[in-house]
């Protein structure tokens, strides 16, 4: 069998408590500047606040994801 819809098939569903949810802030241009020229802005606050232990994180959290 090709292609096609296939029970089992595809990525698994996050739990809601992993999914990402879009979030506003206003940034110093020069502090978005230096952001944006390190990679994803999203990803880089996220492991920032995640490594610095500034949050309790869930046991079934992964940095990199």
């Not at 739990?15 to 230096?34: A, E, N």
């Amino acid at each position: 069998m090709r292609g096609g819809r296939r029970e089992g098939a595809g990525r698994k569903k996050k739990p809601d408590h992993l999914k990402r949810k879009l979030v506003t802030i206003r940034l110093p241009q020069w502090m978005i500047s230096q952001l944006k020229s390190k990679g994803e802005i999203g990803y880089l606050i996220e492991y920032q606040l995640a490594k610095k232990d500034f949050l309790n994180l869930p046991d079934d959290y992964e940095i990199s994801s």
